[in-house]
T-cell receptor
Framework: NAGVTQTPKFRVLKTGQSMTLLCAQD?????MYWYRQDPGMGLRLIHY???????AKGEVPDGYNVSRLKKQNFLLGLESAAPSQTSVYFC?????????????FGDGTRLSIL | GQNIDQPTEMTATEGAIVQINCTYQ??????LFWYQQHAGEAPTFLSY??LDGLEEKGRFSSFLSRSKGYSYLLLKELQMKDSASYLC??????????WGAGTKLIIKP
């Protein structure tokens, strides 16, 4: 029972490089989310998806792009990494956001931009 | 704007009881979640409140007052493994979660 799996777990990039973070869930959830977590701040929503083929902007979408080509996968891309994007990135999923069902989280990706 | 306030850090003794408060101002309210997050790990779900009152789950209880925009998480019979951050999150009118910065709980023997 894997739940939500994120790859990679750690990555160091140079400013200007690009990369893609992968999130996969095996719970058949419709809704998926990408958050970033920074010291002293709450989790902030970057982008989310309400189903296969759909994406929407969250609170802090600038500098990121996402895709949801398959229901189980949600990709987060950084086209040109900046030091301000150094953070821990969490992916989450849920079945019914308008219910008592919680969001389930992956283990996170720790990303450093030099 | 939307805001969730929690104390930054709390210290308690093993075996004791601790109450972690959360106050919120959000655009709409569709429920409140508490999550536990150990250092370097993912947040894990603890409790959910949507109606006023107390929800009890073993050693953990969570209370909600919608009129006061207030919740608390009560942890009883504290164990060393309870040392973690506790995150309060409110589901707003768009069914998105607005997160507090978390309360770091330190348990001393």
């Amino acid at each position: 029972n894997a739940g939500v799996t994120q790859t990679p777990k750690f990555r160091v990039l140079k400013t200007g490089q690009s990369m893609t973070l992968l999130c996969a869930q095996d719970m058949n959830h419709e809704y998926m989310y990408w958050y970033r977590q920074d010291p002293g701040m709450g989790l902030r929503l970057i982008h989310y998806s309400v189903g296969e083929g759909t994406t929407a902007k969250g609170e802090v979408p600038d500098g990121y792009n996402v895709s949801r080509l398959k229901k189980q996968n949600f990709l987060l891309g950084l086209e040109s990494a900046a030091p301000s994007q150094t953070s821990v990135y969490f992916c989450a999923s849920t079945s019914l956001p308008d219910s008592n069902q919680p969001q389930h989280f992956g283990d996170g990706t720790r990303l450093s931009i030099l | 704007g939307q805001n969730i306030d929690q104390p930054t850090e709390m210290t308690a003794t093993e075996g004791a009881i601790v109450q972690i408060n959360c106050t919120y101002q959000t655009s709409g309210f569709n429920g409140l979640f508490w999550y536990q997050q150990h250092a370097g790990e993912a947040p894990t779900f603890l409790s959910y409140n949507v109606l006023d009152g107390l929800e009890e789950k073993g050693r953990f209880s969570s209370f909600l007052s919608r009129s006061k925009g207030y919740s608390y998480l009560l942890l009883k019979e504290l164990q060393m493994k309870d040392s973690a951050s506790y995150l309060c999150a409110v589901k707003n009118s768009n069914y998105q979660l607005i997160w507090g910065a978390g309360t770091k709980l330190i348990i001393k023997p």
